[in-house]
């Protein structure tokens, strides 16, 4: 009994955790019989702190019957794409560098985030999405920037 309220605390801090992610698509890559396909989502997030950038997500979904029950690890890669969607405005000065989207991609151990880096020199805003888990982290990355017009200089912390 204790087990099975500990695994329902568990799950309820993981969905509780991630950010919100406004689903855009999914693909089926592998068929499964018993639970959901594996899969490639897209989802969007827009940045919490500059107004007009979001930025869009793709990576896999494991299926099957732990996928289904949320058990499962999800792979480590990632793609990502940030676009400039309106004006770009500050909500507040950002910091030079500041992680703004994090999912779980495993109940417990390992998570998907995305962190906003401010090249300064550039004027532009650039975001890294890659993998981590509490032991060991995956080197699997992608990188993305949006440039900023000039009359519109970032504000730093």
């Known amino acids: 009994m ?3 309220q500990s695994f329902f605390i568990l799950a309820a801090l993981a969905t509780a955790c991630s950010n919100a992610a406004e689903p855009i698509g999914e693909v089926d890559t592998v068929f499964k019989l018993i639970g959901p396909d594996h899969k490639i989502v897209v989802e969007a997030y827009d940045d919490p702190d500059v107004e007009g950038v ?6 896999a979904k494991t299926g099957g019957i732990k996928g289904g029950l949320g058990l499962a690890e999800d792979k480590a890669e ?6 400039q969607v309106g004006p770009i ?8 560098q500041d ?17 906003r880096m401010v090249d300064a020199k550039r004027n532009a805003l650039v975001y890294l999405t890659y993998s981590d888990r509490v032991i ?20 730093l912390r």
Not at 54 to 59: A, E, F, I, W
Not at 136 to 155: F, H, K, L, M, W
Request: glycine residues 2%; hydrophobic residues 40%; positive net charge.
């Open 78 to 83: 990632a793609s990502i794409a940030c676009r």
């Open 99 to 115: 992680e703004i989207f994090t999912e779980r991609t495993s109940l417990v151990f390992k998570r998907l985030r995305v962190v």
């Open 54 to 59: 979001t930025c869009y997500v793709s990576r």
């Open 136 to 155: 060991e982290g995956s080197p699997q990355n992608a990188v993305t920037a949006v440039s900023v017009d000039r009359a519109t200089p970032i504000p």
């Open 2 to 4: 204790r087990i099975r």
């Open 89 to 96: 405005r500050f909500a507040k000065p950002l910091k030079k």
